[in-house]
């Protein structure tokens, strides 16, 4: 696709969660080829992307409230299995492929997708990244995620660390790209709300036993009956036996049950951003959340109440000037961000988030107009590199060593049928109440 064109680019999002989903497709419509979309905005000049989205099937795909509540609109949207969307991918075509999953998932379809434009003359542009702070997995994530056209990163620190792994091991790093988070936006802060509001942000895996959410839940309705001025908000992910990239064994709107919270604590749901507009104070112990409050210039906190632990991720946050515990917080604690450390993080809150992706829409424009295509996807693991590992990763996915889909994987040459859809849903209900009600009570058994 020439970059001089105004046909707007097609592009797919593959996604396997709802937070997948919205960082999927805010990326494509930030990375789509063209002016700035801020620019493009103003100007209204640029046509926007044609945006295709793809929901892999599986316990994590998002329900209807879960995406009205991203409010990220696509032009088609549809559940596919990982075979389905290779075949699509092989029947349509897309100027650019966003993979937003997690890394085993990206190393299937990158597999799979070679497999499917295999002797093609032009193959899209295929794009991978994550969705927020890495700190865990690294270089686990990063190899999985090898093959890709673009590995986003989402600040300069990741873009050090992607390429110090990928040289580490020899590998072409080339893929590396430094953008930003591409939900960040919103108003900057400019002053105290009436009433002054407190937000905790609610992670759905961390921390990851009842005695610690508990706890949590405790000092959030104490500070809330220390302070009754103030209006305190526990800010959740999902209503329960609904899931999102992480599990939720012990949903907090189970734990408040046996509290007895003041009026002016409540549990609220909903976009971030929209949240973020009224807070005063945004508590977390490692969300995200995090990133977008700091880009707005909003008081933010990253709880040491459990310890500064790599299983929490708050480690992540080491030299923010974020750290501070509920007891620093009930007593009027106000906590000052280093800017330096900011400024590495992908928190561009000096204004120049409108040209974070410029380099990212520059580098796709180019493999577009590549002469000739682009050259065929080959990921650091092959059936030859890693023959132990490869095999099962591709399996998961019904897809053979070489990426070809295995016997008995899931038609996708047409529509299924009522009754197939009725059996898929009553299938993936069943499923995820037993991840989300059987797993947990079993396991809880096995500690006693």
């Known amino acids: 696709m020439p970059s001089s064109t105004t046909k707007p680019p097609r592009i797919a999002v593959l996604a396997d969660s709802d937070t997948r989903w919205k960082w999927g497709a805010?990326?494509?419509n930030r990375i789509a080829p063209g002016p700035s979309m801020e620019t493009a905005s103003r100007e209204d000049t640029q046509p926007r992307p044609a945006l295709s989205g793809f929901l892999l099937r599986g316990r994590a795909t998002p329900t209807a409230r879960q995406l009205e509540e991203v409010g990220v609109r696509a032009d088609s949207l549809r559940e596919v299995t990982a075979v389905e969307f290779l075949r699509a991918m092989a029947d349509e075509s897309y100027d650019?492929?966003?993979?937003?999953?997690v890394g085993g998932g990206v190393q299937a379809m990158l597999h799979g997708l070679g497999r499917v434009?295999?002797?093609?003359?032009?193959?899209?542009?295929?794009?991978?990244?994550?969705?927020?702070?890495?700190?865990e997995k690294?270089?686990?994530?990063?190899?999985l995620r090898h093959g890709a056209d673009l590995v986003l990163a989402n600040s300069r620190q990741d873009a050090e660390r992607f390429r110090a792994v990928y040289e580490g091991v020899r590998a072409d790093a080339s893929a590396v790209t430094e953008v930003a988070l591409p939900f960040l936006g919103g108003d900057a802060y400019t002053g105290e709300h009436d009433p002054y509001t407190v937000v905790f942000a609610a992670q759905p895996s961390v921390p990851d036993n009842r005695k610690d959410r508990t706890y949590l839940l405790?000092?959030?309705?104490?500070?809330?009956t220390l302070h009754p001025e103030r209006e305190v908000l526990l800010k959740l992910r999902s209503k329960p036996g609904e899931h999102t990239t992480h599990i939720e064994e012990l949903p907090y709107q189970k734990l408040v049950q046996r509290?007895?919270?003041?009026?002016?604590?409540?549990?609220?749901?909903?976009?971030?951003?929209?949240?973020?507009?009224?807070?005063?104070?945004?508590?977390?112990?490692?969300?995200?959340?995090a990133l977008e409050s700091l880009h707005r210039r909003v008081p933010t906190v990253v709880l040491t109440d459990l310890g500064v632990r790599e299983t929490l991720g708050n480690h992540h946050f080491v030299g923010s000037g974020c750290l501070a515990s509920w007891d620093q917080l009930d007593d009027g604690h106000r906590p000052e961000p280093d800017e330096e450390w900011v400024a590495r993080q992908g928190v561009v809150a000096d204004g120049s988030y409108d040209h974070a992706f410029d380099a990212a829409r520059e580098r796709i424009t180019k493999l577009l107009?590549?002469?000739g295509g682009l050259p065929p996807l080959t990921p650091y693991y092959t059936p030859a590199t890693a023959p132990g590992y490869l095999p099962g990763l591709l399996a998961r996915h019904h897809l053979g060593p070489d990426g070809t889909p295995l016997p008995g994987a899931p038609a996708a040459d047409r529509e299924p049928g009522p009754v197939r859809q009725i059996v898929r849903r009553a299938a993936r209900g069943a499923y995820r109440h037993g991840v989300q009600r059987v797993a947990p009570v079993i396991r809880r058994m096995g500690e006693l």
């Open 218 to 224: 405790e000092r959030l309705v104490r500070h809330a």
């Open 138 to 143: 690294l270089a686990d994530g990063l190899l």
């Open 117 to 135: 434009w295999e002797g093609r003359e032009k193959r899209p542009v295929v794009v991978t990244g994550y969705v927020g702070v890495v700190y």
């Open 369 to 371: 107009d590549r002469p």
């Open 26 to 28: 805010l990326t494509a």
């Open 96 to 101: 650019i492929v966003v993979l937003a999953l």
């Open 259 to 289: 509290l007895d919270p003041p009026a002016n604590f409540r549990m609220v749901y909903g976009n971030m951003g929209e949240v973020l507009d009224r807070t005063d104070l945004l508590v977390t112990i490692s969300s995200t959340a």
